[in-house]
């Protein structure tokens, strides 16, 4: 078994909070590190953050905004990239009316506080059974509310303003690990055996019983997995 230096790439409003129990199952194996991107208004700078925190080749892996992210460090420097990781993620364009949508939350954030948007943007996003969801609740509704609202708006923008992922996929000569749970109704299964279609060199990992905030909602089962995805690479 190989060392592998992990980034794990957090994604909108949140924190390392996201990747602590799945961190927890593979630090004994591996050089893991969370990165979270308050205060960066575009994918560009999240990414380049990334590639001024890697000294060598690397895992990078990101979950929702996050694996946006890893797909554009790869982009702009795939020397840095050993493997990827996409989890509860997409490549599609800006959709229509996703300004308003997104824009809708920002103007909630300005008016009435970050604990509104917790109470607002949360619910859909989770697909976990009931007693799991209230065990992690005052987790992320924490995770949100120590959000500024100028970040939570720089980050939207970021999302807004997305450069196409789409094309990065096809060029990826390297391991990707993809992942999604059978309740995200934000980026759904389908969409990512989409993507796993369009790589070389994919491993697809469904989640069951949780939503888009998978990594906490179930980071058991997807620590396993990464753990043995993990196991199989080479050295780089």
Do not use: Y
Request: with cysteine.
């Amino acid at each position: 078994m190989s060392r592998q230096s992990v980034f794990l790439l957090s994604g909108l409003l949140c924190d390392a909070r996201v990747w602590r129990d799945v961190a927890d199952l593979i630090a004994h194996e591996h050089e893991v590190r969370i990165l979270s991107f308050e205060g960066l208004t575009s994918i560009g700078a999240m990414a380049d953050r990334v590639i001024h925190e890697t000294t060598k080749p690397s895992v990078i892996i990101g979950h929702s905004m996050g694996g946006r992210v890893a797909l554009e460090v790869f982009r702009r420097a795939p020397e840095r990239v050993h493997a990827l990781g996409l989890l509860n993620t997409g490549v599609h364009p800006r959709g229509e009316g996703e300004i308003v949508s997104r824009g809708r939350l920002v103007n909630l954030a300005r008016q009435s506080g970050m604990t509104a948007v917790a109470k607002d943007w949360l619910p859909p996003m989770l697909g976990a059974a009931p007693e799991r969801i209230a065990a992690l609740w005052p987790d992320l509704m924490s995770m949100v509310e120590q959000q500024s609202v100028e970040s939570f708006a720089g980050q939207i923008q970021a999302l807004l303003d997305r450069p196409d992922a789409q094309s990065v996929l096809a060029s990826i000569d390297r391991p990707v690990f993809v992942s999604s749970a059978t309740n995200d109704r934000w980026s759904p299964i389908d969409q990512h055996e989409a993507m796993c279609a369009q790589l070389a060199h994919p491993t697809f990992f469904k989640v069951e019983n949780a939503g888009h905030m998978a990594p906490m909602e179930a980071p058991h089962p997807i620590g396993e997995a990464l753990r043995l995805w993990l196991r199989g690479l080479d050295n780089p």
